[in-house]
């Protein structure tokens, strides 16, 4: 059972590349959601989708355009990379139920030179 | 939307020594509260959470919070530390919606 994969692990690009984060879930999980991690800063909501066909900004969408392709995968796109976006990025899912725990991906590591 | 902070930023603790974390946020309505830790270089794992009934819960590994709703806190603590124990703590809320917001962290270093 893999739960949540995320793709690339690690990737560098030059300030104004586009680039497209991947999330996969197996799980079933109706929701998904991304984050950023930065030293402290802890885990900042980038943008999440409660259920197949809807998304909603979360608090730091600028920069950022998503996808919820369908119930298992749920796309981060960096349109014009910017260094300010050099950051770890998570993707978890979850069921729908609110009282249900996350879960993680590995995350993928972006330098942004 | 609810908000969520951490009072310690970097907590040094010997082994054996009793831990508490703060956490409190911002939301007057129903709340779900949960703590993840990460180990360095891994991804978060759920240690707890609370979504009703008795305050006090009990998680994994020996830790347990305490839902304290006049104070809008639900600290984490554990009795005795261990080495193994060295990690970074996020306590998170999520709300009326699916939008789960997370406190900055708590690193916690435990020295043998």
């Known amino acids: 059972n893999a739960g949540v994969t995320q793709t690339p692990k690690f990737q560098v690009l030059k300030t104004g590349q586009s680039m497209t984060l991947q999330c996969a879930q197996d799980?079933?999980?109706?929701?998904m959601y991304w984050y950023r991690q930065d030293p402290g800063m802890g885990l900042r909501l980038i943008y999440y989708?409660?259920?197949?066909?809807?998304?909603d900004k979360g608090e730091v969408p600028n920069g950022y355009n998503v996808s919820r392709l369908n119930k298992r995968e749920f796309s981060l796109r960096l349109e014009s990379a910017a260094p300010s976006q050099t950051s770890v990025y998570f993707c978890a899912s979850r069921a729908l139920t609110l009282n249900q725990p996350q879960h993680f991906g590995d995350g993928t590591r972006l330098s942004i030179l | 939307a609810q908000s969520v902070s951490q009072h310690n930023h970097h907590v040094i603790l010997s082994e054996a020594a009793s831990l508490e974390l703060g956490c409190n946020y911002s939301y007057g309505g129903t709340v779900n509260l949960f703590w993840y830790v990460q180990y360095p270089g891994q991804h978060l794992q759920l240690l707890l959470k609370y979504f009703s009934g008795d305050p006090l819960v009990k998680g994994i590994k020996g830790f347990e919070a305490e839902f304290i709703k006049s104070k809008f806190s639900f600290n984490l603590r554990k009795p005795s530390v261990q080495w193994s124990d060295t990690a970074e703590y996020f306590c998170?809320?999520?709300?009326?919606?699916?939008?789960?917001?997370f406190g900055a962290g708590t690193r916690l270093t435990v020295k043998p």
């Open positions: 989708s409660a259920s197949e066909g809807t998304t």
């Open positions: 998170a809320v999520n709300a009326r919606n699916n939008d789960m917001r």
């Open positions: 799980m079933n999980h109706n929701s």
